[in-house]
Structure formats: structure tokens, C-alpha cells
């Protein structure tokens, strides 16, 4: 009886678990993203500007399904600012971020070796992208951006909150 038991009782509690991770993820979806940060000779960095955010961001988007992290990254980067990495793409670090009802995990990665590429930028997506000095970011450029910029340069130490 207690085998017989045992086995209601762990499917009732596989059933509820089942049923919470599902309600989860029904108020707080998990996505996954990546951006990259891409500095010149000049000690400038790349910022886009989006046509549907506010405010300037590193270059990045979603991961597509059977794609690295690395690989959306520059393709991103490719999609956004008409730049390819001319290498793979390092690991800067992973964030998270809680807004908006998700639960959002960001991998920035960084590359030094790029270039421009011809081709046509996404006019629907991308308001603008250019390099601005390190030390002179523009106006808008969002505090997620201004913080992994201070921590990349070693001006700050490193949180997991993005």
C-alpha cells in the first residue's frame, strides 16, 4: 500500500509542479538574448538606436533557434551596423534582467576585430548605429548600457542584475 501510495503522491506532486512551472512561465517568460560590445581604435564604442526603444543599446537581439550565442552576436551585429567581427566573439559575461514581466538572460560578448561590410541596414528596426567617444556616450543611452560599458573598461566590478 505504501508503493501504491508513494506513486499517487509522486504524481500528484510531478502534476502540480508540472502545472506551477507552466503558470511561470506563463507571467514570467524566459528569453534569451545577446549584445556585443565593439570598440575602434579611436577609444569609441558602437551604440545603436532603435526605431521601436527608446535610447541607445550595444547591437544585439534574440538567439534563433540552432544558433550560438557567439553566432547571434555577430549576427546582430552583421543585421544592425552593417559590421562583422573578424573573429569569434568573446564572453563578456551573462546578466539578468526582470523587467517587463520576464525573465530576460543577456550574454554580452566583445570584439575588437571588425569590419565594415557592405550591404543594407534594417531601416524598420535601426534608427541609427555609430561610434561614440568612451567617455562621451550621447544622450539616452540607457543604464544597462552605461553599466556593462563601466564594468567592461574596468570601472566598475561586475553584478549579474543587467
Known sequence: MATGLGRVVGAAGFAYHRV???ARRGRWPL????????R???????????TYAPGWHFPGGAIDPCETAADAA????????LIETTTTP???GMYLSLTENKSDHIAVFATESWKVIDGKARPLEIA????????????GTTGGTRRRLAEFLGEADQSPQW
Open 20 to 22: 506551477m512551472r507552466l
Open 128 to 139: 541609427e548605429a555609430k561610434f561614440f567617444p568612451i567617455r562621451d556616450l550621447p544622450k
Open 74 to 81: 555577430a549576427r546582430e551585429l552583421r543585421e544592425e551596423a
Open 90 to 92: 568573446v564572453l563578456f
Open 31 to 38: 528569453t534569451i538574448g545577446v549584445r556585443i560590445i565593439v
Open 40 to 50: 575602434d581604435g579611436a577609444d569609441q564604442v558602437l551604440l545603436v538606436k532603435h
